[in-house]
Structure formats: structure tokens, C-alpha cells
Nanobody, 123 residues
């Protein structure tokens, strides 16, 4: 079982910055990709940014040039640096972690999610 906890959300004005953290813990052999998702009120959850196990990054069109995803495997934490925030960035930001589990010689890669952290950008 892997436990995921996000933090760093809050209320910020347009043009401001926030740094979200995604800390994970538990029993696993390794961590694959990590990703941040956003769900705005009345909308479906959407992918914002992802970083693979070998540190390749992917961003949504809205996040490109403004957000930076990173990870520190030794500290068991990932980050989403968000700059030049706009009201459209408002939403619940959730972290998804792929954990590699080896059990009785079998390897599985389940996904684990945190509860999310709220980001609100005022105009």
C-alpha cells in the first residue's frame, strides 16, 4: 500500500506562484511515473503534467511554459511549480503515483492517488 499526500495549495492572485508537493510513503520496489491532475468545478479531471521514471516530462497546452514538474526519488516527493497563475488554473490538484510492487515474484504497477490540494486564483 502506498500513501500519497499533496500540499501547497492556497489562494493566490493572478500572476502569482504556488509550489505543490506530492509526498508518498509505503512499501514498494520503485516508483514509475508521477502526474498532477486538476479538476475545476463542474468539469472533468484533466492531466496537467506528468514526469516519467526516467524524468521525461509532459505538459498540457495550458501548463506549458508556466508550470514545471519535478521529482526527488530519494526524498520520496514530487513537485509542481506553478507560475504566472490565471483564474482558469483554479481547481483541485491531485497527484497520481505509479508504484512498482513485487509480491511472490510477480510485479504489478498499481496507481495511487492523494486527496488533492485546492488552488484558487483570484482575478
Amino acid at each position: 500500500q502506498v500513501h500519497v499526500v499533496e500540499s501547497g495549495g492556497g489562494l493566490v492572485q493572478t500572476g502569482g506562484s504556488l509550489r505543490l508537493s506530492c509526498a508518498y510513503s509505503g512499501t514498494f520496489s520503485g516508483i514509475g511515473s508521477m502526474a498532477w491532475y486538476r479538476q475545476a468545478p463542474g468539469k472533468e479531471r484533466e492531466l496537467v503534467a506528468m514526469i516519467s521514471g526516467d524524468y521525461r516530462t509532459t505538459y498540457s497546452d495550458s501548463a506549458k511554459g508556466r508550470f514545471t514538474i519535478s521529482r526527488n526519488n530519494a526524498e520520496k516527493v514530487g513537485f509542481l511549480q506553478m507560475d504566472s497563475l490565471i483564474p482558469e488554473d483554479t481547481g483541485l490538484y491531485s497527484c497520481r503515483v505509479e508504484a512498482m510492487i513485487v509480491d511472490l515474484g510477480r510485479t504489478s504497477v498499481p496507481e495511487y492517488w492523494g486527496q488533492g490540494t485546492q488552488v484558487t486564483v483570484s482575478s
